[in-house]
C-alpha cells in the first residue's frame, strides 16, 4: 500500500517525531511511504527519523518550509500589528498548491496539521484522505480568522484520526463527528533506566527536577516558575536541583535553575533517568510525551490532567492535578520530595505502564485504520 504524509515542514515537535516513527514503522512493514513538504517529496524509510533527527543536533538544514514564518507573524500579531485575512488566504492557497503538485500518487494521503488538511481535500479524489489530528489546533492560533481556518478543517470530508481520548472527545463534542483513536508509542530501545531506579530513590540527598520550557502560552511556564519558586522557598536549594531543556525564556524565573538545551533521543532520555521528578505545568495537552517518556526512563511524574488521560492515573502512576494551579503543583512536587518511597513506587508504576505501550502496537492500531479506512465507502 502507498501512503503519502502531507506535512508543513520537516519539524522537531513531539508531534513530528510520532509522525516520523509512524512512518518508519510502515516502512519496514512494507508500505511504500512518502513525506511531502512544501520543498519536496521524501521517500521515507525504516529508520529515517534517526537522520532526521541527526539533522537537528548537527544544525543542518532541516527543510522546513517558509510557512514556519507563521511564528513570525504571530509576534507581529501580539506587537499590535495587523496582518491582512486576504493575504494569509492568498498564501494558503499558494501553500496548497505547492503541495498538491509535490505529492506523490498514493492510495492513502495523511493531512498532518490543519495547512495541510487543505490540499488533502483537493486531492480527495484521487486518494483516499486522513487527517491526522495531535491536537484541538485551535490553541495555536492568536486571532479569529485564523480559528476559524482550522475549525473549518475539522468539517471537511476526511476520516478524522485522534491521538488521544481527550482529543477524540472534544472533536466530537466541538464538531460532532467521530474519529479513529490512534494512541502513540514509546520507544523503549531510547527511553528505558540508565540504572536500577530502586537506588535512586534511596534517601537522595538532593532531588533532581527536570521540566520543559515552549514559550508557548498553553505549555504553562509561568505556573511552572510559580510552583518551584514555593518548592525552592519549602524545601530549599541545597535539596533541590531544578533542569529545564528546550528553550531559554527570555527572563530568568528568580530561582536556582539550570537550562541544558535542545535535547533529542539518547540525550534526553539520559536526563529524564536522572530525574527524581518530571513535572509538566501544561493548561492541556493531546497525549504529550515528555511525561510518557520519562515513565519509560523510571522517574515519578507530576502532570495536569487535560490530555494524559491515556497513561497517567492519579496516586496510580503519577501525581495528575489541575493546570493553572501552581500551589497544587507545587505541594505534589514537594510530596514526593518528602516522599521518596512514594516517588519510587510511582517511578516503578510508570515504567510499567510505559512499557505496555509500545510502536509495534501502535502501528498494529495505525494499519488497522488503513485497512478499515480502504474498505469504507467514499464519503
Not at 537506588?199 to 511556564?221: A, E, L, M, Q
Not at 536526563?271 to 493548561?283: C, K, Q
Amino acid at each position: 500500500m502507498r501512503v503519502c504524509y502531507l506535512l508543513p515542514g520537516l519539524g522537531h515537535t513531539g508531534g513530528s517525531m510520532v509522525l516520523y516513527n509512524f512512518m518508519d514503522k510502515l516502512s519496514e512493514r512494507g508500505y511504500t511511504v512518502h513525506a511531502v513538504t512544501p520543498e519536496g517529496a521524501l521517500r521515507w524509510g525504516p529508520g529515517f527519523s534517526r537522520e532526521v533527527i541527526r539533522r537537528f543536533k548537527s544544525g543542518a538544514p532541516r527543510g522546513i518550509t517558509p510557512w514556519v514564518k507563521r511564528g513570525v507573524k504571530n509576534i507581529l500579531k501580539r506587537s499590535g500589528l495587523r496582518v491582512d485575512a486576504p493575504l494569509r488566504l492568498y498564501r494558503l492557497i499558494q501553500h496548497t498548491q505547492v503541495l498538491v503538485r509535490n505529492w506523490v500518487e498514493s492510495d492513502i494521503t495523511i493531512a498532518t496539521f490543519w495547512t495541510t488538511a487543505y490540499p488533502t481535500f483537493f486531492l480527495s479524489e484521487r486518494t483516499l484522505p486522513l487527517y491526522h489530528l495531535q491536537h484541538w489546533e485551535e490553541v495555536f492560533c492568536h486571532d479569529e480568522f485564523s480559528r476559524q481556518m482550522v475549525r473549518l478543517t475539522y468539517r471537511l470530508p476526511l476520516g478524522l484520526i485522534s491521538n488521544s481520548s481527550w482529543l477524540r472527545e472534544t472533536v466530537r463534542k466541538r464538531v460532532g463527528r467521530e474519529s479513529y483513536l490512534l494512541l502513540p508509542g514509546v520507544d523503549s530501545k531510547t527511553f528505558s533506566p540508565r540504572g536500577d531506579i530502586r537506588s535512586k530513590y534511596s534517601n537522595p540527598k538532593t532531588v533532581r527536577i527536570v521540566t520543559y520550557f515552549s514559550p508557548v502560552d498553553f505549555k504553562g511556564w509561568p505556573d511552572g516558575v510559580a510552583a518551584m519558586r514555593k518548592v525552592f522557598a519549602e524545601a530549599g536549594a541545597a535539596r533541590v536541583e531544578w533542569l529545564v531543556y528546550g528553550g531559554r525564556p527570555r527572563t530568568h524565573p528568580g530561582v536556582p535553575v539550570s537550562f541544558v538545551g535542545c535535547l533529542f533521543g539518547q540525550e534526553l532520555a539520559d536526563l529524564y533517568s536522572s530525574a527524581h521528578i518530571v513535572f509538566m505545568p501544561s493548561w492541556y495537552e493531546s497525549f504529550p510525551l515528555p511525561p510518557i517518556e520519562a515513565m519509560a526512563c523510571g522517574a515519578a511524574v507530576v502532570v495536569t490532567g487535560t490530555g494524559t488521560e491515556d497513561y497517567a492515573v492519579d496516586e496510580e502512576n503519577a501525581l495528575v492535578r489541575p493546570a493553572r494551579d501552581p500551589v497544587r503543583l507545587a505541594a505534589a512536587i514537594l510530596e514526593l520530595i518528602r516522599s521518596p518511597s512514594k516517588a519510587y513506587r510511582l517511578a516503578k508504576a510508570g515504567l510499567e505502564t510505559a512499557r505496555k505501550m509500545t510502536w509495534e502496537a501502535a502501528t498494529d492500531r495505525l494499519e488497522e485504520i488503513l485497512q478499515t479506512s480502504v474498505r469504507l465507502p467514499t464519503v
